[in-house]
C-alpha cells in the first residue's frame, strides 16, 4: 500500500515521498508525515539475517514507496560504503550487564547525522529527477553542532545543488566549528550567526515560507530544500538502525524474538527519538522511549506537565547539539496525539510562535505514555563519563553521557531491569575538551589537539580521519552575521 506524506498544519492534498523529500518543509509550514505508518513485512528473525544495507532497504521501501527498487538500493548502496569505518555501520558496545551504547558515530563526520546525511543527497537528487526538476537545488540548514558539518560533507559537489548552513558561533565545540569552516566543494556556504541554534533555525524556517523569495529564487533557477531532520528524507534513515540494534541483540542471542526492550536517546530536536518511535509502531518491540534532555530541559518539561514552555534561560552546556528550546520535530508527536488533526496541531504551533508557550489536555498527555523523560545536569553528564571509563574502559561524548546518566536515573526510579539500547550519537573525539576533563580535571587547560592525542592513549581507539583533516585544514568559510541578517546573506550568495 502506497505511503503517502501530508502537512501536521493543514489538510492539504497529499503527496508522494519523493515530492515531501524535496519540498522539506510544506508551504503552510508543517512537517510532512506519513498518512499511515507501514508494517514491517518480514519477521524479525528474517530481518536479523542481513546487512545493514539489505535491512536498510526493507524498512525505507516501506515509507518510500514511489522510489524503484532499483533505484533505493543504488542510494543505499552509495550511502553506506566505505566512507563508514567498521562494516557494521552502526555496532553495539555492551556495557555492565543489560546495556549497549549503539555507536552511531562511524561515518565521515563521527557523528549520528551520517546516518542519514549519507543517504539523503542520493535520495534527493533521484527525487529531483523523478519529478523534472529544472532548478538547482538550495539546501538550507540551521545546524547546533552536527547536522550541518553531515550535510556539507554530504552535498559538497553533488551536481545541481548548493549547501548554506547556519550555525550559532559561540554555541558548538571548537572540533564542530573546524569540521563546518574547513569544508571544501565550490557548492558550500557557512555562516556563523550571533545568536543561538534556536534563533537559526527560526531564521531558516521563515526562508522556507517566504513565498516572494521562493518567486524571486524561481527566476533565477534556484529553489529551497532541507537537510534539517524536519525533512522526511532524514527521517525515515534513522529508523532502520534502530530495527538494526534489534535483530542485532536478536541474531547474537542476548534477547528473544519478541522480547521487549528500552530505548534511551539524547535529544535536542526530537528527530531521533521520533524516529525510534515510528520503528515501535511499525512493530518494533520497544517499550519505554527514554528522552534525555540536558540542563535545557524543555522536553524533560513538557513530558512533566504536558505544558511546553521555551520561556527560559538559554544555557550553553558541554553538549551542545542538545542546547535546544524548540524542537522542531515533537511537531509530529503532537499532530499524532492531536488525532492527526492539521487544525488542532496548528492552533498549538500557533501559540509557541506568538507566545512561546501551548499546553496539551490530560487525554493528549495519556497518548504520551510510550515515552519517559528525564534530565541529567553538567555535573551528571561528567560522572557518567568518569565512572564509565573508570569501569569499563569505555569512553563517550558528552551527548552520550546525558542519556547514560538518565538511562541510570530511569532504572533507579521505576525498578524496571528491561535490557536497555543507548543512542550513542557522537564520537568523544568531537567533544575531547569536555570528555577528558571529566576523566581527569587536569586536562581542562591543555591545547586542543593535545587533548586528542591524549583521548587517543586512554581510550585506545584510533584518532579519526575527521579529526586528522582538520588539524591543519584553512578555514574556507569566515562570514558571521546578525540573526536578523541571515536572509540578505542567502540573497548575496545566490545573487538575488
Known sequence: MEVMYKSTRSDSAPITASQAILKGLAPDGGLFVPDHIPAFDKSLSELSKLSYQELAYEVMKLYLTDFTKEELEGCIARAYDEKFDTKKIAPLKKTGKDTWYLELFHGKTIAFKDMALSILPHLLTTSAKKNQVKNEIVILTATSGDTGKAALAGFADVPGTRIIVFYPKDGVSKVQELQMVTQKGDNTDVIGIKGNFDDAQTGVKMMFSDTELAERMNAKGYQFSSANSINIGRLVPQIVYYVYAYVSLLAEGSITEGESINVCVPTGNFGNILAAYYAKLMGLPIDKLICASNENKVLFDFFASGTYDRNRDFILTSSPSMDILISSNLERLIYRICDHDAAKNAKLMQALTSGGVYEITEDQKKALSDFWGGMATEEECFTKIRDLYKEEKYVIDTHTAVAGAVSDKYRAETGDEKKMVIASTASPYKFSRSVM????????????????????????????????????????????????????????ILGL
Do not use: W, Y
Not at 455 to 469: C, D, H, R
Not at 472 to 479: G, L, N, S, Y
Not at 481 to 491: I, L, N, P, S, Y
Open 437 to 492: 576533563s571529566a576523566i581527569d580535571p587536569a586536562n581542562k587547560d591543555k591545547e586542543e589537539f593535545a587533548l586528542i592525542d591524549e583521548l587517543e592513549k586512554v581510550s585506545g581507539v584510533a584518532v579519526p580521519q575527521a579529526i586528522e583533516e582538520i588539524r591543519k585544514a584553512e578555514v574556507r568559510h569566515k562570514t558571521v552575521c546578525e540573526k536578523d541578517g541571515m536572509k540578505a546573506e542567502v540573497e548575496r
